[in-house]
């Protein structure tokens, strides 16, 4: 008779709750962060000084800060890809944005024994076969891989080896799903807002990342598109090494440069004023960089890189910019293409005619009850999809009752325009954080039109036309 094995079986039974488990500890929490604030906001509603509300409002958000960055930090997967995308300055409070930026590529490590088990596996050689150096401990982990940096034997140049969680898509499908249920809620009962196709589109998006082949090809794709389309390419993009790319294993060169967020240290540390001339080149650079390189692949190409957090930024020598991580990316259909270069001439122009002309062949459906609908549409795609703060604004509060979001119920909104939505919004974060207030419409509107000639919906006329206008507006305004 063969000896049972109660180890086996306790992994499986483990195995099989965990979903549950996870789901559990999800509802508890969010259920306790949203009563938590439902209650303060009959508490503050009682207080009629404008200065203590605010006092108010900020101990409320520090404390459900910490409560999210407990729930992030200790479920992990895809939590630390929701910190990324609530945790900036522009769309979060400033309590909750100190909190999750210390979350990004802050998820637990696999330890290197079961690396080395999906490597061999994944590459079919035994690491000491292929590598003459392997650093045991990763450059950094994120939600779904980590990346350790590495050496092939008989070469002399460092690479990148991204290796794969074990385990890890099941546990964010379960995530997912729970959001979408959240979502559905919210949306019902506060945020008048599409949350749920958002949170589908994030459900497609995140399954494609489990599939580092895919990776591999975007990431050569969009390389090529941009080397292609420039003299110099205005963002470094990892060469993949194509004879060691599996689903689970991917190998890449390696960028030296810094994370965008030391960025600041870095300066202080090479003794540059922060506020000075230098650093402020040094940073429009980055951004005209990050700005040039996104509205091409947006705009011209329509296959975009579609993660641009802080985390996968590298500053290199020269303020060059890296962009890392072809996880998520997007192919946006010639339609919706042309329609957002048609919305971004919109935003640019300050022309609420074409903004609400847009809406409509973007399949954005909106419900609105106020007198001047149209420029509480323009308004609200400035929201959505400009990095442009308002005069006097240091922060904006999508949510906030005067926002158009609360004006104007957008009850459809296209899933595959949720990664165009996300990049500005994190193009916007980026901004905010380097202290510089710019408009990526403004940026983007050659290349938008350039994109509707080709198309054919513009003509000589109008570009001559357009033209003129700009250098009206630049000389008298």
Known sequence: MPLIDFKDIQEKLSSQFRPWQ???????????IYTGYKVFQLRVSLVKDVEKQEAMWERQHEFAADKIYAMCSDLGGFFLKI??????????????????????????ATPFDTVKLVLEKELGRSIEDIFERFDMEPLGSASIAQVHRARLKGDKSDIVVKVQHPGIQDLMITDIHNLQAFALYMQKTDIKFDLFSVTKEMEKQIGYEFDFKREANAMERIRQFLYENNKASPVVVPRVL????????????YIDGIPILNLGDEIAQRGINPGGKIAAAAKQNILKSLTLAYGQMILKSGFFHADPHPGNILICKGSKVALLDYGQVKDLPDKLRLGYANLVLAIADHDPVRAAESYRELGID???????EQQ????????????????????????????????????????????????????RGLSVGLGINYSCA??????AEEALYLAGRLKDTDLKTRSRRRRFYRRFL
């Open 442 to 447: 403004e940026q983007w509107r050659p290349i």
């Open 83 to 108: 910190a990324q995308i609530i945790g900036k300055p522009d769309l979060a409070p400033e309590a909750w944005v100190r909190r999750l930026v210390t979350l990004c590529d802050r998820a637990p």
């Open 376 to 427: 509480e549409l323009l308004r609200l795609a400035e929201t959505m999809f400009d990095t442009k703060l308002p005069p006097g604004v240091s922060m904006l509060q999508p949510f906030s009752e005067d926002s158009s979001i609360k004006k104007i119920s957008v009850e459809a909104f296209p899933e595959e325009l949720f990664s165009v939505l996300r990049t500005v919004h994190l193009l």
């Open 366 to 372: 909106t419900v609105s009850k106020c007198k001047n």
């Open 22 to 32: 996870r789901s559990f500890q999800f509802w508890v929490r969010a259920a306790d």
């Open 242 to 253: 194509k004879d060691m790319v599996s689903r689970r294993a991917l190998v890449m060169e």
